[in-house]
DNA sequence: TCGTAGGCGTACCGTACGGTACGGTTCGAC
DNA sequence: GTCGAACCGTACCGTACGGTACGCCTACGA
């Protein structure tokens, strides 16, 4: 099936990015509350320009949570000079941008668009979300197990499911209660506990898959 | 804060039963394209009634909801007679309760549902959701690990942790991309790996967990 | 038998919003 | 200077939907 999202290909004029920007700003405030009029006055455009620009809400919609999910990079790890040290280090790092993403106010926003589009038979906004989601965590993660456990530092039969724990580890429960606006767990709340948090799942982490050698 | 949930303290007549069942399964049809002429007509009552029974649309959704989600009822697992065998089974009999539940078409309605009524700063449905589900299994889960630890089977400092934990093993990223409309994980797909997946999250829980007692 | 309550079906109202049309303005090309 | 393209602002249209009103039917108690 072959999911394959165009990013940046085309890439939007600074005024475009302006309305993105205006649009992202309003579904952050008002959640799904987003009307084309509101974005047209928010960014000091006319409607037209937005219908001739992107065909309807849902194109608006999908350019914006595109633009905006594609901004999402992960800083790239190396992978020369593995060792145990630096492969923890390169886990933490995994973990502490897993979760700070996820606990962000544009990540949250996005997820809720996704989720409210995929209750409606549409799941282009979701793929988009997973993709520069979990999916491109995946994909840079797995490569780093991998690396670690031809060194014997890991050891794992599938890194899919390894990756799958260490997403189950990071998220936990955070990410759902977050979605469901859980008022118990306060942005601050969660960012505060993020460095113990990361500590603590990469710790587990190398219980789990972590070989003798790993604690050299 | 006390979030107080009341739950069929006021029972629902069997009539406004069947009212609820027919906005649930338009809510799992149409996604959140529930409208009240289309629960009139599905339920073959009038607006006006529904206008009556529920004060407005908001009222029926959460009633509809509520009504569901106080519906899932985690099988209770006794605490008498605690061994490693036995709270070994609770936990696995947890850990399938959970993802049976997720992966449940009504689950996930649900929980699309309440997030995007969170998306408007409205947290009303996110917190029933989340009391009869992730909260539920936690109440309910607490005390059996509290019990293991007593009896030497288990070893934590925090219950409140090790219950995250748990979550975070079991439910894996399988939760938000059954909300996000991964098509890649199908209903039967998920589920013919449940048993798989309880196992491992089940032996990882103890890895991390368990004292040498626990595999006696 | 009559009156009343509950409820069905339908018509109706108001509004919000997606989408279109159009006049007016700016600005660059020639 | 003139033309045209892009675009702003606003007015406008159609429709969907939340919420209300009302006429009619049925059941039931006096």
């Not at 608006?60 to 593995?82: E, F, I, N, S």
């Not at 933490?92 to 989720?115: H, K, M, P, Y």
């Not at 989601?133 to 995946?138: H, V």
């Not at 390894?162 to 008022?183: C, P």
Request: hydrophobic share 45%; glycine share 6%; proline share 2%.
């Amino acid at each position: 099936m072959a999911v394959t999202i165009k990013v940046n290909e085309e890439t939007f004029t600074p005024r475009q990015q302006a309305v993105l920007t205006a649009a992202l700003d309003l579904l952050v405030e008002n959640g799904d509350g987003l009307t084309m009029t509101a974005v047209a006055r928010r960014a000091s455009c006319s409607k037209e320009t937005l219908y001739k620009w992107f065909g309807d809400r849902d194109g608006l919609l999908t350019a914006t949570v595109q633009w905006q999910a594609a901004k999402v990079r992960m800083p790239q790890v190396d992978r020369t000079g593995l060792n145990a040290k630096t492969l923890r280090a390169s886990i933490e790092q995994f973990a502490r941008d897993l979760l700070t993403v996820i606990t962000g106010e544009v990540s949250i926003t996005l997820n809720r668009t996704a989720v409210t589009h995929a209750a409606q038979e549409k799941d282009r906004l979701g793929n988009i979300v997973l993709e520069n989601g979990p999916l491109a965590i995946r994909r840079r993660l797995k490569p780093i197990l991998e690396a670690g456990r031809d060194a014997r530092l890991l050891r794992f039969t599938s890194s899919e499911d390894a990756y799958r724990t260490f997403f189950g580890l990071v998220v936990r429960d955070v990410q759902i209660r977050l979605l469901l606006g859980d008022k118990a767990l306060t942005q601050a709340n969660v960012e505060a506990n993020i460095e113990a948090d990361v500590k603590s799942a990469t710790d587990q982490f190398f219980v789990l898959y972590g070989t003798k050698a790993h604690n050299a």
